[in-house]
């Protein structure tokens, strides 16, 4: 089988490589409004083991799935005067509904603080209901001047948490538990992304949040890539919606609240994080299909086989699919679960019967071995295990590769050019901030020196983690 | 204990009764833009679980799940004369974006047909691509006059699917297909709604499609609930949209194809079917929790007791919680779970560690059973078998004896004000529906003469059953 060289090279032009896995793999399409995707069966397979895995994981932190609805009344926003700021032209606003124009304009979400704590006001009565820790699947627009799918797009897919606690310590300690086990823990044991939690500089920061928390991942183009983020809200948003409850003592403060975010730009960070030039390299842990057997040629007793190796796979727990395509030619098949990177192949051709072996193929260390048919199961089920530790070792060394330490503005510039620079958060400051934008360098997040997150940009000593981003 | 009433009785008030189960069972709360509702975390957990079961039934019928844009272009809709009609009074435009007025305003989409449609038209090349079938998880937005949570609100949750076949007959096959084993069988199954599959009149058919077929649920003041509709679109998308492809002899005829959708409007259809003067009563097979064991008061081996028989009934694949609250007053607690139609408690005190027995509370039957620990797991076990088929059971007998056969439209009127007639659908026709359309019944489906459903209906002898709806 010669590989067809179907897409550009990722040296060459990057975010062309990008474009074409996304449109080979048929991960997604951009949507006729301006901005927005669509987002192919496959991609959206991958979306779905995402959710399924990162569901699970925010279930175990305690807090429980609701919905509340898309539009809000633009009121609301206008509340919390950080917050309207921050997004008011992103925004887009419905004026017109039902057949007139209406008395309200509505905005649609661009995210769900304020109408979500409207209702935690009500819910939250006394220190009994606390903390009250809430989950939303959803859709969310934010107007895009300059689109990218999956990694900045009008509409979004993405989970929302809105938690309230009873004291500042509760919501700190929270907010740092979705960073750390649910989302960091998410995509580096699952997603095989070995990301960077950190502390956000206030000029990152999310508008009214008092610290935003991040996850930050490293592309192969050497850019950060924002993978998830966890804000502290203090008193900001309950001030403005009036959430307080009755403590232990009779008296009535204000709750601390918190929010924490991580969408389908996530499948932007796993394409570019570990796509080569054949296309995706999915993680066996996330993938829908862990393995898919191929029937290379028809021929006596290849079918058989195949089904009784689906069989076994299945049996051993394993995601496994059968491509018994045999009139569509196995070259292009093979080039195409390569674009879509399932982690293994088992290959089966009339020949693989007669010698009682078949081929493992393993797309992400890339090889190709004959394989003795009552050792499939074993083989691949090991392979599997190999493959997502050692993508994660990968994208580790290649993360480490690319970063490092500098003691100079000038020389964290020149560092982002194809990676990141560590500098001491002294050295750069607001000023310096400024000072990188102008080469399109900022501050991905702040560490303390033996790597840990701070939990104010006021401790001594911090080290500025600074790079490219998208 | 002795139960407060906190409901309205469904004899004095059925639509009140609906309201305070939905507010005092914590499901749902109204939202800020009207017609809009909050989905609250047992409401959502429900809903959730009707997803998931779904989801495996949509999968089984080859559909995979994709993502399409909430945004619509206006121009789209208006490419198929009669579904720009149907949707047109519904419709909410956003004409304001990313600061700016647009150009062109785009709709929320109230269905996703006609941007879908225009992807299929891309994707579908030859006979080889066909069929397609797609399947999509989201919002929706429908403006609403009259709203009413769950039933009928503005924005809505829903799967919608949407297929393309290169057959008429095809294309029928797999509408009906959808009808009978995904949705009716898991209504039925599940649900343990035993719905009525038919074929809608010309009047009451969806916007754009040929044929419209539905699933009819009767619910407990005798109104009818359309919880599920399948749709064959005929070529009338295809020809709006080019949807072609390549047959065998090389000529490009157009396509035919399906849409077909299920709402968080059968949340409401659960609580209307199976909810008493107590609360709801969530089928077994449903429910996120099957099982609550219950401390009614602290006490010696009280915990350890609780505890085990959680694990055991969780390792018998029993969804089992554990309200171990006893700060809580038991009988707000047992009142609590009944409201929430948990189907099982598992109620443990002092006297029972003693006693070696436990009381297994059924929801659904109502009884009540001194049960010796070691028969716990069995007995729970069979309950919910039981209750499963009996909740059926129940809303079968009701539905049946809810529906008598007339002749006449006037005795059709008459039956409606407490449940469905069968009339002869040649005494209706056209003109009998504009009559009983001002009594506000409507025909609910067209059934042959031996309860299957009819292709067209214009075959004779087809019987309509008749009877107000939500
Ligand atoms: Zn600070
Ligand atoms: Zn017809």
Chains 1, 2 share one sequence.
Not at 44 to 64: T, V
Not at 303 to 319: F, K, Q, S, T, Y
Request: charged content about 25%.
């Amino acid at each position: 089988m010669a590989r067809t060289a179907v897409l550009t090279p990722q040296k060459s032009d990057f975010p062309r490589w990008y474009q074409d896995v996304v449109a080979k793999a048929e991960l997604a399409d951009n949507g006729p409004v301006r901005g927005t995707m669509v987002i192919r069966p496959y991609g959206y397979s991958i979306w779905e083991r995402m959710q399924a895995e990162l569901d699970a994981r925010i279930k175990d932190a305690g807090a429980r799935n609701a919905y509340f609805p898309l539009f809000i009344p633009e009121s609301y926003l206008q509340r919390e005067a950080e917050h309207v700021e921050g997004f008011s032209p992103e925004l887009a606003v419905v004026t017109h509904a039902g057949g007139k124009d209406l008395e309200e304009p509505v905005v649609v979400r661009p995210t769900s603080e304020t109408i979500i704590n409207e209702y935690l006001a009500k819910w939250v009565q006394s220190y009994r209901d606390l903390p009250l820790l809430l989950n939303q699947w959803g859709n969310v627009v934010r107007w895009e001047l300059r689109p990218r799918v999956f990694l900045r797009t009008t509409e979004f897919l993405w989970q929302e948490g809105h938690t309230v606690h009873a004291t500042q310590a509760d919501a700190a300690a929270y907010a740092r538990r979705i960073l750390h086990e649910t989302y960091a823990g998410f995509m580096t044991d699952v997603l095989a992304i070995p990301v960077v939690p950190g502390l956000k500089t206030p000029k990152e920061r999310f508008a009214g949040a008092t610290h935003t928390l991040t996850c930050e991942g490293m592309m192969r183009d050497g850019k950060a890539l924002q993978m998830g983020t966890s804000h502290e809200l203090g008193q900001n948003f309950a001030r403005a919606f009036d959430i307080r409850y009755l403590d232990a003592e009779g008296e009535r403060p204000y709750a601390w609240t918190t929010s924490w975010g991580a969408s389908t730009r996530m499948v932007g960070g796993l394409i570019m994080t570990h796509g080569d030039d054949a296309g995706l390299r999915i993680p066996p842990r996330l993938a829908a299909t862990q393995v898919v057997v191929t029937v290379v040629k028809a021929g006596e007793g290849v079918a058989p086989l195949a089904e009784a190796l689906v069989a076994e796979l299945r049996a051993a727990g394993i995601r496994v699919e059968l491509d018994d395509r045999a009139e569509i030619a196995f070259g292009r098949r093979a080039i195409d679960w390569e674009l879509k990177g399932i982690p293994v192949r088992v290959e089966i051709g009339p020949r693989d019967v007669t010698a009682g072996a078949v081929t493992v193929v393993r797309r992400i260390p890339g090889s190709k071995d004959a394989t003795p048919v009552a050792d499939v199961v074993r083989v691949v089920s090991e392979a599997l295990d190999a493959d997502q530790a050692a993508l994660l070792a990968e994208a580790t060394a290649w993360r480490d590769g690319h970063t490092v330490d500098v003691t100079s503005l000038y020389e964290a510039v020149e560092a982002a050019s194809d990676g990141w620079a560590r500098i001491p958060w002294s050295t750069v400051g607001e000023e310096g901030e400024a000072r990188l934008a102008e080469s399109a360098v900022t501050v991905r997040c702040l560490l303390r020196p033996d790597g840990s997150v701070p939990e104010t940009e006021d401790e001594p000593d911090l080290v500025a983690v600074v790079g490219r981003s998208y």
